[in-house]
């Protein structure tokens, strides 16, 4: 059994962790042994390791906050999945591992025949996405979004939630290579940013009117989204893959009644009554089981190959996600 484990932080995030041995552990009462089938290396699953996150777990740590499993084991007297089914992994719980012991009772039950690589990816990107169409502006068939970091995780998954309930996207991308990745999963319209962002929105919607923008990036890429808004819109703002805080002009924001906004699903997940949080989750489980919704995977790594799999997800050019997925037992 193998866990990726780091013990500092530091600005190259491939260089604090390593793939350590450890020897199968007995469970208590209340405890579950999961195999990990896949878990995935999000942004702030880097950010975590430099030290640059909002949250930092207490160190030692084991990398990764979300993944899919299977029980392989059940504690004496513990009720929950049954050994063989695959479940989703409570969220921190360090899923960079070959296994990890879990609270039975808080485990979510997921379709067995599902892409496990899929399903390792619910914990995050969809309800982000889905929430940041739902919860900022009323939405209805026909309408427009326009949202930047259109390649991301969030990015796609967006574009999918949208397309099945009607919704028209914009999507901004920072490079020419990533235009066709987001047009082959649905993109209305795909742009790569500039200064004359504005222009090029309103000549291929033909000058619709767009209420709501979902900005990743931050900077001066907010301010180009903001120009692209009809008056009185919303910007949601969910990250800063620029480094830098959001800007809007006073121009934006008082005369033409733009709102800023942010998003931060941890606290979603705080505030949340847990049969809220399991209805989202159930039902964007059950659009990946159908072949609904699905992300991109750029490539896979088995734990022992940690130092690569966070030098490739590191990277600053990708074409979809990249995920540990440990080697199975024969």
Partial sequence: MLKALYAGRGPVPQDVIDAVPFDRPSLMQGQALVAVLAAPINPSDVL????EYGILPPLPAVGGNEGVGRVVELGP???GPGV????????????????VVAPAAQLIALPNNADPQQLSMLTVNPPTAALLLRDFVSLHSGDWV?????NSGVGSYLVQLAALR?????NVVRRESAVAGVKALG???VLVDGEDLAERVKDATGAAVIGLGVDAVGGSATMRLAACLSEGATIANYGALS???????????????IALKGFWLARWYRITPPAEVQALLGELAGLIAQGKLHTPIQATYDVAQIKQAITAAAAGERSGKVLIVPKQEA
Avoid: Y
């Fill in 187 to 189: 993109g209305d319209v």
């Fill in 84 to 99: 063989g089914q695959v479940v989703l992994l409570p969220a921190g719980i360090g899923t960079w591992a070959t296994h």
């Fill in 77 to 79: 007297d513990t009720h």
């Fill in 243 to 257: 480094g830098e805080a959001c800007m809007v002009s006073p121009r934006e924001l008082i005369f033409r009644d």
């Fill in 166 to 170: 009607g919704v028209k996207t914009v």
């Fill in 48 to 51: 975590t390791l430099t030290g």
């Fill in 146 to 150: 326009i949202q930047n970091s259109a």
